[in-house]
């Protein structure tokens, strides 16, 4: 049994040319493309940061009659988590576009 499961192991561990590419690292030739995902979600995550920050804000508020404390604060916090976001978003997309440079 121990014979069988080294076998398995063994033949499971070999790359294989349709893997190959995972031991090399993306492939260069759509770095572009990787680039253009990075930048499109920008816009997403700055619109449902702050709207999600709302919706939590006004369902605390409804339930402890704070409003509208709580949905002003989560509404900011929304929006400062999606500037962080956003920021780190464009210094890995700058990261990759002078790695593939």
């Known amino acids: 049994m121990d014979d069988l499961y080294f076998q398995e192991f063994v033949c499971c561990s ?5 893997r ?18 990075l930048l499109t979600s ?20 409804q339930l402890f009659g704070t409003s509208p404390w709580l949905m002003i604060i989560f509404t900011a916090m929304g929006a400062l988590s ?12 700058t990261d990759q576009g002078s790695r593939g440079s």
Do not use: C, E
């Open 82 to 93: 999606g500037v962080k976001q956003t920021i780190t978003l464009i210094k890995r997309a």
């Open 42 to 61: 920008i816009p997403m995550i700055l619109l449902f940061g702050p709207l999600v920050g709302y919706f939590i804000g006004d369902f605390l508020d």
């Open 14 to 18: 070999r790359v294989s040319p349709t």
């Open 20 to 37: 190959s590419h995972l031991m090399n690292g993306p492939d260069p030739k759509y770095d572009g493309w990787r680039q253009v995902a």
